[in-house]
């Protein structure tokens, strides 16, 4: 039977169940212009045993057989042999002549040898009698979406990957950090006996050297001796003790510093909500003889309230505020803002208008004895390492803000679940 005949034996119009044209059914011809005008996709008819009756240009474009290469062929040639031996191709026949329909994706296979991914979609033609008259198969190529949705694929396998070992890698440095605070604390601890030692110690020659004066202080003491002794004693004797006793306190300092620091990773944290207006109010009332030294004020905003422990949510709001005072420029007023922006989580902020962090210290902010301030009396640089520690176990992040002789900003959060961006008045409410 010619190609022709064949195409008019599968869809001639009262066999095909196609209507009458009254109910707006294509002619044979319009049919024929409607598939013969589609490039994007393979629109062909088989037989009702699987042979190609039809073939339009998209089907050529895509599988690159010509009509008269191709028809009369069983279609099982765009098959790849490993589908062809499961019998995949007659699978697909009997499923669609059962269901009506089949769609599937899989490889197929062009006339130069080369595969495409390709979605096909095979329905059955049947007569008004309810034979099977043939089928009309649709193929597109999904080649470029295949190769997307595999390389998503590769992509989430690799992030998934990149996830666990991130995962990994916060454990072990969760376990590290926590060996290194039980280091830091056991060494703290041990280090604090021969500090009293030596505390003892430097009590004891001090005592010693003033039992020596009175003892030069005798009449049988010559008076080049008494002179000579008096000198050592009150001299240099008396300036290695001053020595050693600010070390000592020095050292204390540090050993006292180290302690707090471990303390932070040991200590169990209540997470209850915190009223953080309140707890600024108070810390800047407990500073007042501070604030009135700096001839500074501080501006507090209204603060939401969060979920933590209350007293080291203070302890970080006390130590910025702290430092902001000490960085203050001694030629202008000076003011410390806090306030908070957005919710859930609410972003904090300590701002000074003070003389700034030097560039070289910036990357060190945040580590153990760090100075940005030289000034008497400025403590053992742990105050920021401390902070920071304090708003990370509340699964917070902190950062900051300079600009050289306008001011310094400090900005963190606490972790994003709990009461969120409410104000103490609202939560009362």
């Known amino acids: 039977m010619h190609a022709d005949e064949r195409l008019n034996a599968v869809t001639s119009a009262p066999e095909a169940g196609t209507g009458p044209r009254a109910r707006g059914a294509l002619d044979a011809d319009g049919f024929r212009l409607l598939v013969e005008s589609t490039w994007d996709y393979a629109i062909f008819m088989l037989d009702a045993t699987g042979h190609i009756v039809s073939w339009n240009p998209g089907a050529e474009r895509l599988k690159g057989y010509t009509a008269d290469e191709i028809i009369g062929r069983h279609f099982s040639t765009f098959y790849t042999p490993d589908a062809i031996e499961r019998g995949w191709p007659e699978h697909e026949l009997r499923e669609a002549a059962r269901e009506g329909r089949f769609e599937d994706e899989g490889w197929r296979v062009r006339n130069d040898g080369t595969m495409f991914w390709a979605n096909v979609i095979i329905t059955a033609l049947r007569g008004q009698d309810g034979s099977l008259r043939g089928f009309a198969k649709v193929t597109r190529d999904m080649t ?59 009590q004891e020659l001090a005592m010693t050297s003033n039992a020596l004066l009175e003892v030069l202080s005798r009449p049988s003491v010559p008076e080049d001796v008494r002179r000579e002794a008096t000198v050592l004693l009150t001299g240099e004797l008396e300036e290695s003790i001053g020595f050693i006793r600010n070390a000592v306190r020095h050292l204390g300092s540090i050993i006292d510093a180290l302690l707090r620091l471990s303390r932070v990773g040991r200590v169990e944290y209540e997470s209850l909500p915190v009223d953080v207006g309140a707890v600024v109010a108070d810390i800047t009332s407990a500073m007042h003889t501070t604030v009135v030294a700096a001839d500074a004020r501080v501006d507090i905003a209204p603060l939401p309230v969060v979920r933590g422990d209350r007293n080291a949510i203070g302890q970080v709001f006390a130590n910025l505020i702290g430092n902001a005072l000490k960085s203050l420029h001694d030629d202008r007023p000076g003011v410390v803002e806090v306030f908070a922006r957005g919710a859930n989580p609410p972003v904090f902020a300590v701002r000074d208008n003070g003389i700034g962090i030097p560039a070289e210290y910036r990357s060190k902010m945040f580590q153990v004895f760090q100075h940005v301030h030289r000034e008497p009396n400025q403590g053992e640089g742990m105050g920021l390492a401390i902070v920071r520690r304090i708003v990370e176990r509340h699964g917070g992040r902190i950062w900051f803000e300079s600009h050289p002789g306008v001011g310094t900003t400090f900005f963190f959060t606490f972790a994003p679940h709990g009461t969120g961006g409410e104000t103490a008045a609202e939560a009362g409410a």
């Open 144 to 202: 470029d979406r295949k190769a997307h949705e595999e390389r998503i694929a590769n992509l989430t396998r690799e992030l998934e990957a990149r996830v666990q070992e991130l995962d990994a890698t916060n454990r072990e440095l969760a376990h590290r950090n926590a060996e290194n605070e039980s280091f830091v604390y056991s060494v703290s601890h041990d280090l604090r006996s021969p500090l009293v030692n030596l505390q003892g110690f430097s």
